[in-house]
Nanobody
Framework: QVQVVESGGGLVQAGGSLRLSCAAS????????MGWYRQAPGKEREQVAT???????NYANSVKGRFTLSRDNAKNTVYLQMDSLKPEDTAVYYC??????????????WGQGTLVTVSS
């Protein structure tokens, strides 16, 4: 089994900052991809920021320059530093991890989500 656990959400005023963490654990042989997605009320889930095993990062245009993704390979953890937050960043943030299980299977696992609320 592989588990993905997010933390760090909360309530913050516009202009403030939050740091989200996503940790993958379990019978992991390797991690190919880690990413953050978000879903606002009444909207579809959208990609926020992703990082590949090789370290390549990709950001949604709406968060470029404000959000920073970093990864600790030793801890199988990815962090999303969110600065200059806006009310439109309010959403449930989900972590998605693509791993190779020790059995050789390729798995994609979602976390349970963490709520970020930005007040105006």
């Amino acid at each position: 089994q592989v588990q993905v656990v997010e933390s760090g959400g909360g309530l913050v005023q516009a202009g403030g900052s939050l740091r989200l963490s996503c940790a993958a654990s379990g019978n992991i042989f390797s991690i190919n991809f880690m990413g953050w997605y978000r879903q606002a009320p009444g909207k579809e889930r959208e990609q926020v920021a992703t990082v590949t095993n090789g370290g390549s990062t990709n950001y949604a245009n709406s968060v470029k320059g404000r959000f920073t993704l970093s990864r600790d390979n030793a801890k199988n953890t990815v962090y999303l530093q969110m600065d200059s937050l806006k009310p439109e960043d309010t959403a449930v943030y989900y972590c998605n991890v693509a791993v190779v299980h020790v059995s050789g299977r390729y798995l994609q696992v979602w976390g349970q989500g963490t709520l970020v609320t930005v007040s105006s």
